[in-house]
T-cell receptor, first 113, second 115 residues
Framework: QQQVKQSPQSLIVQKGGIPIINCAYE??????FPWYQQFPGKGPALLIA?????SEKKEGRFTISFNKSAKQFSLHIMDSQPGDSATYFC????????????FGTGTQLKVEL | DTGVSQNPRHKITKRGQNVTFRCDPI?????LYWYRQTLGQGPEFLTY????????KSRLLSDRFSAERPKGSFSTLEIQRTEQGDSAMYLC?????????????FGEGSRLTVL
């Protein structure tokens, strides 16, 4: 089964810090790598996504770094705020599978004042 | 507002009962997806529709599960003879504006608790 492994499981940072969440995939049959943010009681919401031929993508305070040879990618949140406290999921889109996604297990982020 | 409405938001049932969840996309989309999310895990793909046609079903979708999209608009997910292991959040999603980028708009989900 295609898998996406995510770490850490939980993370606590101070306001203004830069939390980093890491993911690794095992199968090359993926062609897009989105990150989702989920608040309690809500469905996941897309944050940012990257193609495997791009090494870095920034949108606002969120940055994805992608290492194709290592099959690893990570999310950095610059100048983190308490409102960023949520669960973050990396995901991988199956090539040719519409928007069929394989998700990581999630990272629960808490940003403290 | 993600444009996807799901009902009921929470369902508590006894083991062995049947339950049905409904998903209503606000705007028309050719594709519609169902995912399941258990506590502390990421969403897992269950099935998806292209208009009325169910194009793919995950191995997670046992014979007790059936999904339909009769008119290519709303969709239903029925679970027969529920088991405690079916307790989860059932999420419906439609594609985002950026085609084939992994962008999905998820509803707020229907949480199932099987006692």
């Amino acid at each position: 089964q295609q898998q996406v492994k995510q770490s850490p499981q939980s993370l606590i940072v101070q306001k203004g810090g830069i939390p980093i969440i890491n993911c690794a995939y095992e199968n090359t049959a993926f062609d897009y790598f989105p990150w989702y943010q989920q608040f309690p009681g809500k469905g996941p919401a897309l944050l940012i996504a990257i193609r495997p031929d791009v090494s870095e993508k920034k949108e606002g305070r969120f940055t994805i770094s992608f290492n194709k040879s290592a099959k690893q990618f990570s999310l950095h949140i610059m100048d983190s705020q308490p409102g960023d406290s949520a669960t973050y999921f990396c995901a991988a889109k199956v090539t040719g599978g519409g928007n069929k996604l394989t998700f990581g297990t999630g990272t629960q982020l808490k940003v403290e004042l | 507002d993600t444009g996807v409405s799901q009902n009921p938001r929470h369902k508590i049932t006894k083991r062995g009962q049947n339950v049905t969840f409904r998903c209503d996309p606000i705007s028309e989309h050719n594709r519609l997806y169902w995912y399941r999310q258990t506590l502390g895990q990421g969403p897992e793909f269950l099935t998806y529709f292209q208009n009325e046609a169910q194009l793919e079903k995950s191995r997670l979708l046992s014979d007790r599960f059936s999904a339909e999209r009769p008119k290519g608009s709303f969709s239903t997910l029925e679970i027969q003879r529920t088991e405690q292991g079916d307790s989860a959040m059932y999420l419906c999603a439609t594609p985002g504006y950026k085609k084939n980028t992994g962008e999905l708009f998820f509803g707020e989900g229907s949480r199932l608790t099987v006692l």
